[in-house]
């Protein structure tokens, strides 16, 4: 910027004191141009904890957990608030979607921030969490039920597109905007058009550190208010690990292969072993063997020859194998093993095995 346009722009300028009332600036916005093309795209996060974090190895954490193709920068802001840069819209999408994330047991907040926008006006309240709704009685089960039920819960986002497609569904999935300050629903109830009540249960999934006494994320029993209020601390909780989806043991996956998806538009796509060995090789019966097109391989049956000169030949494919003949002598101090025209003894005069004849031949 040239000196004489600084000098023009401090003209219209007009100080005052702030003790002065009614006294206000208006100055026309500025963007600084670097001449430098930001090829970034950025998001604002920050945890929902009240302990002191390492912003090294939070970084060194999060960046092993998201992988991101093409890299990602991260910078504190504040104690708990972070900047994170990445170069590729794909992967801050993949990201925001695959979320909520967790560090050391604490809810990240995670929002895109938009060219312009200023980063401290972004609100870092909500998070899109997966519910499971269970118990949903037969008549009540619906894609506008899934819906309303995701609206009571919070803010609706979208739904499991597999909970009608025809599969054996014992809950439904919803994914809902949560506001982290309020408490977790548990359960929700329903009327009937005969004037019946149902009531149906809720899990989260990937559900953090929760508090068992007031239902709200970021704390622990505790820390909470409730502890100190309530002077039985043996009472039941009204709140508990039941609410998250465990995600349990590693399940056996060795036979999977012959279950196909209980989806009906992922089973159509399904194949089988059988059904693919089929659909690769062809089959065909020559005489007396067979021969598989697929990969050219040649599978003869094996058969048997005899002749009256010479030992029993098992012919299979283009490969002989002679057979070995045992003959004793009744009456004779030593017995031999013929192959061929060779024998073998051992150091004490009997006939040796056939792995010590292998090694003698080698």
Known sequence: ????????????????????????????????????????FYAVGRLVTDKPVRFAYFQDTMAGVWRPAVGVNMRELQPRKFLFRFYHDGDLTRILNDGPWTYDQSLLLMKRVQEGVDLESIPLTHAD?????????????????????????????????????????????????????????????????????????????????????????????????????????NAVKPYGSWLRVNPGRALP????????PESTIERRRWISPVMAEAASHTVDIHGEGSEIQGDRTTCMQPTVSMDSDELPILNIGDQKRRRVLQSASI????????????????????????AVQARQDQ
């Open 1 to 40: 910027m040239a000196a004489p346009e600084i000098t023009d722009r401090c003209a219209q300028l007009t100080l005052a004191d702030v003790d002065d009332e009614g006294i206000s600036l208006q100055v026309p916005d500025h963007t600084v141009d670097d001449g430098v093309e930001d090829d970034g």
């Open 129 to 233: 969490f997966w519910v499971q709704i269970h118990s949903l009685p037969v008549g009540l089960r619906s894609a506008s039920v899934v819906m309303a039920i995701g609206s009571f819960l919070g803010t609706f986002v979208s739904t499991d597109e597999r909970n009608f497609d025809g599969g054996m569904q014992t809950f439904y999935r919803v994914r809902v905007s949560l506001d982290v300050v309020k408490p977790l629903k548990k359960q929700m109830k329903l009327k009937r058009d005969s004037g019946e009540w149902a009531v149906v249960d809720f899990k989260y999934e990937r559900l953090p550190k929760f508090c068992f006494l007031c239902g709200v994320i970021g704390h622990g029993d505790r820390f909470c208010l409730k502890a100190l209020q309530d002077c039985n601390l």
């Open 253 to 260: 996956n060795q036979n999977q292969c012959w279950i196909p």
């Open 331 to 354: 009456g004779q101090a030593s017995a031999s093993v013929s192959i061929g025209e060779s024998t073998y003894l051992d150091n004490n005069g009997v006939p040796a095995g056939l």
